[in-house]
């Protein structure tokens, strides 16, 4: 116990707190007003006696999630995600030996060496999805999707998703709106009162609940489907290298030598239903950012081509070796992920014991939001922080630090999504030219550069029109391919 006070914070109410005052929509932006307000770029709020802590600057995040990491690594438990189904899921684990477990299980296979033997997968995605561009340029949000959902299905679950009609698409949509439907995780009525997850269908009060439930089926299937298909061909010695098989595999090794195993069956489905649901759709999201910034932004698209034709010339398509050659491109999707951050409240921690910081007094059990938009747009770290400046990284601005998280539940796929993004701008770049679509009053549309509310968010729908470069052999190259 300590004598310091809390972080400073809007005066609650009597017993209820803070309840009412955070805004479900957009929580992010009360934060900032009250950093601003309180003077502090840390803020304590306190909902029926829960105390919620949000961190508004990079300073406050990287000191206490990354350097106090020890203290700050474990989860709220996200009830309204348990009433979906979801499980041994990497995302929603609270820390302990099998969360341990399950971050080791994902660094093994996704540190930034070892993705490297995804990159065929994710080139060939990248390439055929620009090739089915070429013929349906109005289909990109479904052309996207499928490269998205197939690059993370082959590398979960070893299975190629060659049509946008394959029922893995449906799904992959059925669960992002499962995922994105529940709200900011941790602010539904259920996490809020565990006892409403008993609440009978006829007098469920809550939206979110009822969503919840309608979404099991799909959660359940999103485990199921894949892996029992992945399971025939493993049997069959016919399945293609990925995350389950090489962990089935280690584990029925293992087993066979006798080596004791912490591991489960019911982990490695676990895990790779996160890696499916935590990497596939956000990538989608990524990509579709990218697409938006292109869209608003001709000079920027100009600039990257430039490079592109530079460094990877007519004679060829842009592969992972160019990426340190193509130092503006880079700049470009770092700057995308600053001014779009997909979970703008990133996924709360929780402490795990009492913490004093600047002399402010952090109980245990704190949920602890670190506040990615507030971060991204601070006026001092980053000049003109609502401009969008791919430069800005020359002058010495750091690249963004929040969208993937903070200390030891940042997130694993980072250099994965990070690649995806990257292969398919660079091969979309080289073929294609993105222009605005035109309104009913005959003037160009201009995205909104918004974000959908809800555990992985991805940007509002907007429109665009691809017509291929015709100063390139981009189109030509990519239809041998
Ligand atoms: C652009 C794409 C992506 C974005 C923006 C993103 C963002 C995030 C964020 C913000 C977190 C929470 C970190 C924290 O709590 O501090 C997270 C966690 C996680 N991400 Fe990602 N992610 C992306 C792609 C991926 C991919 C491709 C994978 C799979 C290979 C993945 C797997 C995970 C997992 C398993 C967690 C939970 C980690 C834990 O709780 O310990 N993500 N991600």
């Given at each position: 116990k300590t004598s310091c006070p809390f972080p400073p914070g809007p005066p609650g109410k009597l017993l209820v707190g803070n309840l009412g005052q955070v805004s479900a929509e957009r929580p992010e932006i009360d934060y900032m007003r009250w950093g601003e307000e309180y003077g502090s770029d840390v803020i304590h709020t306190e909902v029926l006696g829960q105390h919620i802590i949000c961190l508004n600057s990079a300073q406050a995040a990287t000191d206490l999630l990354d350097r106090r990491g020890f203290i700050y690594c474990d989860r709220p438990r996200f009830r309204l995600f348990e009433v979906m189904g979801w499980g041994l899921t990497l995302t929603f684990l609270r820390w302990d030996s099998r969360c341990k477990l399950h971050r080791r299980l994902f660094h093994q296979t996704f540190s930034s060496s070892n993705i490297k033997v995804f990159r065929p997968a994710q080139l060939f995605e990248a390439r055929k999805a620009v090739r089915s561009l070429l013929s349906n340029p109005a289909d990109w949000k479904d052309i996207t999707l499928l490269m998205s959902t197939s690059i993370i299905f082959r590398i979960a679950f070893g299975q190629e998703i060659q049509?946008?009609?394959?029922p893995y698409c449906d799904l992959s949509r059925a669960a992002n709106d499962a995922t994105t439907g529940?709200?900011?995780?941790?602010?539904a009525l259920v996490d809020l009162f565990p006892l409403a997850r008993y609440l009978p269908d006829c007098i469920n009060i809550s939206p979110s609940l009822r969503h919840a439930r309608r979404s099991r089926p799909v959660i359940q299937a999103v485990h199921d489907y894949p892996w029992n298909a992945n399971l025939k061909d493993i049997e069959a010695g016919t399945a293609a290298p990925s995350f389950m098989k090489t962990h089935i595999e280690r584990l029925v090794k293992d087993q066979s030598a006798g080596i004791a195993q912490e591991l489960t069956l019911a982990d490695i489905k676990g895990a790779t239903g996160a890696i499916f649901i935590a990497g596939g759709n956000t990538t989608w999201s990524a990509v579709q950012s990218c697409i938006l910034f292109l869209t608003k932004y001709p000079d920027t698209q100009r600039r990257i081509q430039q490079e592109l034709d530079l460094?990877?010339?007519?004679?060829r398509l842009p592969g992972f070796d160019d990426r340190p050659h193509l130092p503006y491109l880079e700049r470009f999707i770092n700057e995308v992920m600053r001014c779009l951050p997909l979970n703008p409240l990133i996924i709360p921690h929780k402490s795990l014991r009492d913490d004093v910081y600047r002399g402010m007094f952090i109980p245990k059990g704190s949920i602890v939001f670190a506040n990615a938009t507030a971060i991204l747009t601070d006026p001092a770290v980053y000049q003109d922080p609502h401009v969008f400046d791919p430069d800005r990284y020359l002058r010495g601005e750091p690249y963004p630090?929040?969208?993937?998280?903070?200390?030891?539940?940042?997130?694993?796929?980072n250099f994965l999504a990070l690649a995806s993004v990257y292969i398919f701008t660079a091969t979309l770049m080289a073929a294609f030219n993105i222009k605005k679509a035109i309104g009913v009053d005959g003037k160009p549309l201009e995205p909104k550069v918004a974000v959908s509310v809800g555990l992985g968010g991805h940007p509002q729908p907007f429109d665009c029109v691809l017509r291929p470069r015709s100063d390139t052999n981009a189109s030509q190259l990519l239809s041998q391919y």
């Open positions: 049509y946008k009609n394959s529940g709200g900011t995780p941790g602010s460094v990877v010339g007519r004679g630090p929040a969208n993937f998280g903070f200390g030891r539940r940042k997130c694993p796929g």
